[in-house]
């Protein structure tokens, strides 16, 4: 017993003695770590400003430039193919089952044939656009390495503005022009998310819960005022889309526009409209009117709240069929394995957002065509401020939308108003008319939009970055592991590895299930 404890008294004294000489040798070699660490990036930053003709290593070390140029290019065409062929079926589809002919939905002749489904054309346009961008944007870069010995961001800017003239597989130029506008409105954007992160400079209101929605409704009130006043400003498909998706005829928007401009009316044309009416009574038509009547906009009833309920029913009928497919497909191709998955609550949720983006447009026309009677019911003369404030109040309807799709939809409909406008300044000759300003300006801006991909990526939406890390870089920000680096570089990996904490078991989960839904997994995307 004695010998016991006096061994027990002996080792006591020691063990804080290991604990302290332990902690010592891992401080002594974290400190000798973080030594060598900064002693092999003082020997990499040397070695690439030396160069001595060397240029930086690609990412691509297992493929040459050129297959990793032509490697893009293919899976960026086939992505953007399948997505936009995969949509008309889908519209096909609907339309068949509209018409109650469910037999042909399994008819591949009625489904896919080349007289109903005309988007071959219009596909292989947007696989050009998205391919050819994205080949020639990693063939550019490869060659600037080379050329300049050394990687800066004048590369990614030089490159992504050169490879930006696939916008010319685009044959309409007002289709060109949309997407270019678009693309400033994202460069600036990006911008001034930039400044305001390095508290250089931010806008007055930046702040407001809402400024989303106020700027959308901004864009809307320029559009709609287009639509009516100004139709030629707007490109001819978006009109169209508008056209039909709102419950008045054509004769009649074009008399309220000859109504509010003073000059005479064409009586033939909104007579003929009329008589096609059903349920319309004999109206005297003056020539000259001052304002144009609700029994003209619309002579189907004469209740002005029944026409608003049904222009929101109707207009979520035809439009739901275009949002599920705008929401299914691209979910579908581009997180192919998430949809395997779990395909039903994919369609779910696909549901989900068709119908509240339906609702959001449905809204929208009801709200504006209930402006324009109350207008008529307060006032005898018209005037054409009335539509630019009926589309802006109209706007509120985006709060029906998630808050994250709001900033989106007026980055969407921003472009459009701005070309709107263009085109009314250019007509009434206070800019000057520049052929293919469109193209320049295209090829600014992705040279912009590069840039910040890849050297400022948290100052861009989450939605455009993944949609063009998706579509365009998904290789440069996803490097495979490179067989060319050096020992430093792979020692400095595996100091970064050995410094990570240790994850709990439902981190590992966590990880294992975003490596799961990883689409660059799967083999042949």
């Not at 009625?110 to 998205?130: H, N, P, T, Y």
């Not at 990614?156 to 130029?173: E, F, K, P, T, Y």
Request: proline fraction near 5%; include cysteine.
């Amino acid at each position: 017993m004695p010998s016991l404890s006096t061994t027990r008294n002996s080792s006591a004294p020691s063990l804080p003695l290991l604990l302290a000489d332990n902690e010592e040798a891992e401080r002594r070699l974290r400190e000798a770590e973080e030594r060598l660490r900064e002693a092999m990036e003082e020997l990499q930053r040397r070695q690439r400003t030396a160069g001595h003709g060397h240029h930086p290593p690609c990412d691509h070390a297992d493929d040459s430039c050129v297959a990793n140029a032509i490697g893009n290019l293919c899976q960026s065409f086939l992505l953007s193919y399948g997505v936009r062929v995969g949509i008309g079926i889908l519209l096909r589809a609907f339309k068949l089952a509209r018409g109650q002919s469910y037999s042909s939905l399994l008819d591949l002749k009625q489904l896919v044939s080349e007289k109903d489904l005309i988007v071959r054309e219009e596909a292989c346009r947007i696989g050009l656009l998205f391919g050819g961008f994205t080949g020639s944007y990693h063939a550019l870069r490869c060659l600037l390495r080379k050329l300049r010995k050394k990687e800066t961001p004048m590369n990614a800017i030089l490159a992504g503005s050169v490879a930006g003239l696939s916008v010319l597989a685009l044959d309409d130029s007002s289709r060109r022009r949309t997407l270019a506008l678009y693309l400033l409105a994202r460069v600036a954007q990006c911008a001034y998310n930039s400044a305001k992160s390095k508290n250089k400079f931010h806008l007055w209101g930046s702040h407001w819960r809402h400024g989303d929605s106020l700027l959308f409704a901004l864009a809307c009130a320029q559009i709609m005022y287009a639509f009516v006043m100004r139709p030629e400003t707007l490109p001819k498909s978006y009109h169209d889309f508008i056209q039909k998706t709102g419950p008045v005829a054509a004769p009649v928007y074009k008399a309220v526009r000859e109504s509010c401009r003073g000059g005479p009316m064409d009586i033939v044309s909104l007579s003929a409209y009329l008589s096609t009416k059903r349920k319309s009574k004999i109206l005297k038509l003056e020539e000259f009117p001052s304002i144009i009547p609700c029994s003209v906009i619309h002579p189907d009833t004469d209740s002005c709240l029944a026409h608003n309920a049904y222009a929101a029913s109707a207009t979520f009928r035809k439009t739901f069929p275009l949002y599920f497919s705008l929401t299914f497909v691209p979910f579908v191709i581009l997180r192919l394995q998430k949809f395997m998955d779990s395909p039903a609550r994919t369609c779910w949720n696909a549901v989900k957002g068709a119908v509240r983006s339906t609702a959001f447009l449905s809204a929208f026309v009801g709200i504006f065509q209930g402006v324009i009677c109350m207008h008529r019911k307060v006032a005898s003369k018209d005037h054409k401020l009335v539509y630019w404030i009926a589309g802006g109040i109209s706007a509120l309807s985006v709060l029906l939308e998630k808050k994250s799709r709001r900033a989106e939809l007026a980055l969407y409909v921003l472009p459009r108003a701005g070309d709107s406008l263009w085109s009314i300044l250019v007509n009434r000759h206070l800019i000057p008319k520049i052929r293919n300003a469109e193209v320049a300006l295209f090829c600014a801006c992705m040279g912009g939009i590069m840039y910040y991909l890849e050297h400022e990526p948290d100052t861009m939406a989450p939605f455009l970055r993944g949609l063009i890390r998706r579509f365009l870089a998904s290789r440069i920000n996803n490097p495979a592991p490179s067989s060319s680096r050096s020992a430093s570089y792979t020692y400095l990996q595996t100091l970064d590895a050995m410094k990570k904490p240790k994850i709990r078991p439902n981190q590992e989960a966590e990880t294992s299930s975003s490596e799961k839904y990883n689409l660059e997994s799967i083999p042949g995307l």
